[in-house]
């Protein structure tokens, strides 16, 4: 089936958490079909090449497929965290959104699964979250 | 019909600064349900407890909650008439003032004094802990300056203390699910190595402990995430039966949304192992948690499960460590962002040698870079049209990061033309380390405050 390429925000939503210099971010999908898709893409592999500017030290995934959740855990990316960063934004809670930015290929029967503005004008139902099970 | 088995416990503050006229719908619904009931305020961030130690040096009365009368005084009578019993850790730096000006405060209202038990034991900031400090910490401990150091307690003193008769529970530093497991271990009877009980009423507190994050606060996103009334949002209401397990709602009338989606997100929030979430309690494992809607505004969670405490208790000692400086100034129209990089590019110059300088164009790159501006310099210029410069530093003299406000300022006439709005603060910079102390060296319990100055009674007048 064709591929189409969207922002990760359109198939998942998520919210970020820190400790220390420490960051956690959830990623969940907005519908169970786009699961497997995320499970496949939103890799540890791929959130660390996004956050790459940060030198995470570590990334690890942790997967509650019963949620259709996952949690991302990012080491040493907040240059020191609510102590020592010189960000507005010390405790990084911006950052979901720079996670969510990550492009990925969403086959084109899940659109319908998608938040957000549709790509196809002629299926205007993305219906995010209403119809989980 | 609920079972009378039920206990309710709804928060009304998830942080010091948060609203403070939440309560009261919260009170009216845990009062018209009927039932026992608990409300709690969740107000000690990691730095709040520091920066009430240093208001407690400047005024030894402090110390405590700044808005303790404004969270309260709407909804004291209401609680006490209704049997609704207040858990809180606004005691802060000073647990005995918060209570003392708790039962002030009943008697200016005209009410009866409640019975107000604290928590002790948390501080360890005095000199006879400091050898705890010191084995706990070691080589860390070197030159710390330090301004508090706590440990976070568990859920154990506050039911002890409801059990006793306490009305009123004031807590300082405490491990922020424990507000909800304190009252849900004294109303339940279970055994305290119950772990999967435990573990389902620790995650029912940390549903509850961010307030309004569970129900629809912090969730909006237009066109993606929409979110109806968030400026009455309605506060959270855990109904947690004797399994521990809970179902999330909120008062009636009230914007906002507690959804599946909602709830996903504060489960996760600042969990790192979903399996091991650790707190003084009990270790709580979501790993197989479901979250269910079971109905308008109601989520239930099921499926957590318990593990053994952690052996020991953690310690967060907070440490003075220099000062923040920042400033800002504003660019706007033709060229507006190349001005404002040669500004920071005149900063950079100026202030050479006093150590990292972090630039932000705010408008088209800020958040998202990094203290050492790899992002931003990968950054091609743009043509932004309202751009405001922000640049920060840390220094452990205040003399030298004083300068940095000097030099912001001091482009309204040496920097690019057209700048404005300029804005500069220094503030105290406090450092957090953490380490774990083995909990038989904290003894923790709590106890009852004489109910003032003038009666001595706590009766009724």
């Given at each position: 089936?064709?591929?189409?390429?969207?922002?990760?925000?359109?198939?998942?939503?998520?919210?970020?958490g820190d400790k220390g210099n420490r960051s956690n971010?959830?990623?969940?999908?907005?519908?169970?079909?786009?699961?497997?898709?995320?499970?496949?893409?939103?890799?540890?592999?791929?959130?660390?090449?996004?956050?790459?500017?940060?030198?995470?030290?570590?990334?690890?995934?942790?997967?509650?497929?019963?949620?259709?959740?996952?949690?991302?855990v990012?080491d040493?990316?907040l240059?020191g965290g609510v102590n020592?960063?010189?960000?507005?934004?010390?405790h990084?809670?911006?950052?979901?959104?720079?996670?969510?930015?990550?492009?990925?290929?969403?086959?084109?029967?899940?659109?319908?699964?998608?938040?957000?503005?549709?790509?196809?004008?002629?299926?205007?139902?993305?219906?995010?979250?209403?119809?989980?099970? | 019909?609920?079972?009378?088995?039920?206990?309710?416990?709804?928060?009304?503050?998830?942080f010091?600064?948060?609203?403070?006229?939440?309560?009261?719908?919260?009170?009216?619904?845990?009062?018209?349900?009927?039932?026992?009931?608990?409300?709690?305020?969740e107000t000690l961030a990691e730095r709040t407890l520091a920066l009430a130690q240093?208001?407690?040096?400047?005024?030894?009365?402090?110390?405590?909650?700044?808005?303790?009368?404004?969270?309260?005084?709407?909804?004291?009578?209401?609680?006490?008439?209704?049997?609704?019993?207040?858990?809180?850790n606004?005691g802060a730096a000073?647990p005995?003032?918060?209570?003392?000006?708790?039962?002030?405060?009943?008697?200016?209202?005209?009410?009866?004094?409640?019975?107000?038990?604290?928590v002790v034991g948390d501080d360890l900031s005095g000199?006879?802990q400091r050898p705890l400090l010191e084995a706990a910490l070691d080589a860390r401990m070197?030159?710390l300056?330090i301004v508090s150091a706590n440990a976070y307690v568990g859920a154990e003193p506050i039911?002890?203390?409801?059990?006793?008769?306490?009305?009123?529970?004031?807590c300082g530093r405490v491990a922020d699910p424990s507000l909800t497991v304190g009252?849900?271990?004294?109303?339940?009877?279970?055994?305290r190595d119950?772990w999967?009980?435990l573990a389902?009423a620790t995650m029912?507190g940390h549903?509850?402990e961010c307030?309004?994050?569970?129900?629809?606060?912090?969730?909006?996103?237009?066109?993606?995430?929409?979110?109806?009334?968030?400026?009455?949002?309605?506060?959270?209401?855990?109904?947690?039966?004797?399994?521990?397990?809970?179902?999330?709602?909120?008062?009636?009338?009230?914007?906002?949304?507690?959804?599946?989606?909602?709830?996903?997100?504060?489960?996760?929030y600042e969990v790192h192992d979903p399996a091991a979430y650790l707190t003084p309690d009990v270790v709580a494992d979501i790993?197989?948690?479901?979250?269910?809607?079971?109905?308008?505004?109601?989520?239930?969670?099921?499926?957590?499960?318990g593990h053994p405490r952690p052996p020991g208790l953690k310690v967060n000692v907070c440490h003075?460590?220099?000062?923040?400086?920042?400033?800002?100034?504003?660019?706007?129209?033709?060229?507006?962002?190349?001005?404002?990089?040669?500004?920071?590019?005149?900063?950079?110059?100026?202030?050479?040698?006093?150590?990292?300088?972090?630039?932000?164009?705010?408008?088209?790159?800020?958040?998202?870079?990094?203290?050492?501006?790899?992002?931003?310099?990968?950054?091609?210029?743009?043509?932004?049209?309202?751009?405001?410069?922000?640049?920060?530093?840390?220094?452990?003299?205040?003399?030298?990061?004083?300068?940095?406000?000097?030099?912001?300022?001091?482009?309204?006439?040496?920097?690019?033309?057209?700048?404005?709005?300029?804005?500069?603060?220094?503030?105290?910079?406090l450092d957090i380390v953490s380490c774990s102390v083995p909990r038989e060296q904290v003894p923790v319990g709590?106890?009852?405050?004489?109910?003032?100055?003038?009666?001595?009674?706590?009766?009724?007048?």
């Amino acid at each position: 089936m064709k591929r189409i390429e969207v922002p990760l925000h359109r198939a998942a939503h998520g919210r970020t958490g820190d400790k220390g210099n420490r960051s956690n971010i959830s990623v969940i999908a907005w519908h169970p079909s786009l699961w497997d898709v995320l499970v496949e893409q939103v890799t540890e592999a791929a959130v660390a090449r996004q956050f790459a500017h940060r030198h995470p030290s570590r990334v690890q995934r942790f997967l509650l497929p019963q949620l259709h959740a996952m949690n991302f855990v990012l080491d040493d990316v907040l240059d020191g965290g609510v102590n020592e960063a010189l960000n507005l934004d010390s405790h990084g809670k911006a950052l979901s959104f720079l996670l969510l930015d990550l492009p990925i290929e969403v086959p084109e029967g899940l659109l319908p699964c998608l938040a957000g503005a549709a790509i196809d004008p002629a299926d205007p139902n993305p219906s995010p979250g209403d119809n989980a099970p | 019909m609920t079972p009378p088995s039920i206990l309710r416990v709804g928060c009304a503050a998830g942080f010091s600064g948060d609203r403070t006229d939440a309560a009261a719908p919260v009170v009216g619904a845990l009062a018209a349900a009927g039932g026992p009931a608990v409300l709690i305020f969740e107000t000690l961030a990691e730095r709040t407890l520091a920066l009430a130690q240093l208001a407690r040096r400047a005024h030894p009365e402090g110390g405590y909650e700044p808005l303790l009368d404004d969270l309260l005084s709407p909804v004291l009578a209401a609680c006490l008439a209704a049997g609704i019993r207040i858990v809180s850790n606004f005691g802060a730096a000073n647990p005995e003032g918060a209570a003392m000006r708790i039962a002030a405060l009943a008697r200016e209202l005209g009410l009866r004094v409640p019975r107000i038990a604290i928590v002790v034991g948390d501080d360890l900031s005095g000199s006879a802990q400091r050898p705890l400090l010191e084995a706990a910490l070691d080589a860390r401990m070197q030159g710390l300056d330090i301004v508090s150091a706590n440990a976070y307690v568990g859920a154990e003193p506050i039911a002890d203390a409801l059990l006793a008769g306490a009305e009123i529970v004031v807590c300082g530093r405490v491990a922020d699910p424990s507000l909800t497991v304190g009252p849900a271990l004294a109303h339940f009877g279970w055994a305290r190595d119950d772990w999967d009980r435990l573990a389902r009423a620790t995650m029912a507190g940390h549903l509850l402990e961010c307030g309004a994050q569970v129900s629809g606060g912090y969730y909006a996103d237009p066109g993606f995430k929409d979110v109806p009334g968030m400026a009455r949002l309605g506060y959270p209401i855990a109904e947690i039966d004797a399994d521990g397990h809970c179902t999330i709602t909120k008062p009636p009338g009230t914007g906002g949304r507690i959804d599946a989606h909602t709830v996903k997100e504060q489960l996760l929030y600042e969990v790192h192992d979903p399996a091991a979430y650790l707190t003084p309690d009990v270790v709580a494992d979501i790993g197989a948690a479901q979250v269910e809607a079971v109905g308008t505004d109601r989520v239930r969670l099921s499926g957590v499960r318990g593990h053994p405490r952690p052996p020991g208790l953690k310690v967060n000692v907070c440490h003075e460590t220099g000062w923040l400086a920042e400033g800002e100034i504003s660019y706007a129209g033709a060229r507006a962002e190349a001005r404002a990089r040669l500004a920071a590019d005149v900063l950079r110059e100026r202030l050479a040698g006093l150590g990292r300088l972090r630039v932000d164009l705010i408008g088209a790159h800020s958040l998202f870079a990094d203290d050492a501006g790899e992002w931003l310099a990968a950054q091609p210029p743009r043509e932004a049209r309202d751009v405001r410069l922000r640049v920060a530093l840390n220094h452990t003299e205040r003399a030298a990061a004083e300068r940095l406000a000097r030099e912001v300022t001091a482009l309204y006439t040496c920097g690019p033309a057209g700048g404005g709005g300029v804005r500069t603060s220094l503030r105290p910079r406090l450092d957090i380390v953490s380490c774990s102390v083995p909990r038989e060296q904290v003894p923790v319990g709590h106890r009852f405050i004489a109910s003032g100055p003038a009666d001595g009674s706590g009766a009724a007048r």
